[in-house]
């Protein structure tokens, strides 16, 4: 019987089926707080339950389904410090797409800290709900472990009100804090409970605090679709720093055991986007904020690459590459030494319509300003269309009827 009693309970899976989002999410959306439980990847020897069968495929159906383009992999606790599962995927993937947080020894040697960087490793994690990391007595000592890697720590709190009793000591860490499921705060407590208002103070005094909008729907009372008791505290952490929040799914919702507790993602996505209304402050959290907290390349340069042909950080296809804009410098020189001499008369014919058209300008000024003189009629009359193009006469035309139309001098 105690046995029994000991053995871990076997959570639920993720739903078969997830629905559209009404709203769309801007590309390079990243998802930064989800799992997959892989078969043959073995569970940590003491776990606060056993996971559900939660593969790659699906995580990925789910991401092309909601419009989520990049994954940060957490490392579950129910694997305690084997991060096989976590490395893998990303190595499939690429680090384009997809980094990750482990949970790692502080003991642990900086061989396998490298490795670990090395193969897309951004934080580590602490945890005082789930067995398998270890919780927030071993801060300063992993803070320690993990300053020279510029990684964050990860904070997966029991409750909002631990942050009451470690506020003072999260204000001295010398690396990034980031805040798993916006610091676990109960809908019930409210914006005003001291823990959430610690959180609050901790985000708005430290540049280097992340909250990550995830798991709401753990610690709400009203339940879902909406979420509405989740919506106020969501929403005063998008008002106190908008540049420092990202968002996670969660996926696949592990360490649940009722069918009606396992969120449909596109709610999730839903409830999110009408918290935040403003396009641009999604933008910020789902896209620009995961880039300069986890590393991955700005999306302006992902869709250069891909204009280029592909992954930059392929030798050989890069060397082709060379290769090719190396031939085709060489030929650009050629042509640019063989028709210097027309570039040349071509720079003087323009620096002529150019001085052209500013005495045309002056002219135009003069008949404005009702001083034009016989003189400077004749000297207009003298330079005429001397030497320029149709285009030129175009332009001058075209100024001649601005000025006449909206009688204010040109560049007034």
């Not at 980094?99 to 396998?112: H, N, Q, S, T």
């Not at 993602?265 to 907290?293: H, M, S, T, Y």
Request: charged content about 25%; proline content about 6%.
């Amino acid at each position: 019987m105690n046995k029994a009693a000991s053995q871990p309970r076997q959570s639920l899976g993720p739903r078969a089926q997830v629905r559209k989002p009404r709203h769309r999410l801007p590309p390079g959306s990243t998802d930064c707080h989800c799992h997959t439980f892989e078969d043959g990847y073995p569970h940590a020897a003491d776990i606060s339950y056993l996971p559900a069968r939660a593969p790659l495929a699906a995580y990925l159906r789910m991401c092309e389904t909601v419009g989520l383009e990049r994954t940060v992999q957490v490392n579950s606790a129910a694997f305690g410090f084997d991060n096989s599962v976590t490395l893998d995927l990303i190595k499939k993937l690429g680090q384009k797409r997809a980094l990750g947080v482990a949970g790692i020894r502080p003991d642990a040697p900086d061989a396998e800290l490298e490795r670990l960087n090395a193969g897309g490793i951004r934080g580590a994690r602490l945890s005082t709900k789930v067995k398998g990391y270890g919780g927030t007595d071993l801060l300063d000592a992993l803070a320690k472990k993990v300053k020279r890697f510029g990684w964050h720590v990860d904070l997966h709190l029991n409750g909002a009100a631990e942050i009451v009793s470690l506020e003072a000591q999260l204000m001295r860490m010398p690396v990034p804090i980031v805040f798993d499921h916006m610091g676990s705060p109960q809908a019930a407590e409210g914006v005003g409970a001291p823990g959430f208002q610690a959180l609050l103070r901790i985000l708005k005094r430290r540049d280097d605090c992340w909250v990550k909008i995830s798991s709401w729907y753990r610690l709400s009372r009203a339940g879902g679709p909406h979420w509405p008791d989740m919506a106020p505290m969501a929403q005063a952490l998008a008002e106190a720093r908008p540049d420092r929040l990202v968002w996670g799914s969660n996926w696949p919702h592990p360490n649940r055991f009722d069918e009606k507790d396992i969120p449909d993602d596109g709610d999730l996505v839903d409830a999110f986007c009408e918290w935040v209304p403003d396009a641009a402050v999604r933008e910020q959290i789902l896209v620009k904020n995961p880039e300069r907290l986890y590393g991955f390349a700005p999306l302006r340069v992902l869709q250069h690459q891909d204009k280029r042909g592909g992954d930059m950080h392929d030798a050989e296809a890069r060397d082709e590459r060379e290769h090719r804009l190396a031939g085709i410098a060489g030929k650009q020189r050629c042509r640019d030494e063989s028709h210097s001499t027309a570039d040349d008369n071509q720079h003087r014919a323009r620096d002529r319509r150019y001085a052209f058209a500013g005495r045309v300008r002056r002219n135009i000024q003069l008949r404005i300003d009702g001083h034009r003189s016989e003189h400077e009629r004749h000297r207009c009359q003298q330079v005429r269309f001397h030497g320029i193009s149709a285009p030129d006469t175009h332009l001058v035309l075209v100024l001649a009827a601005a000025a006449g139309t909206f009688g204010a001098p040109l560049g007034a």
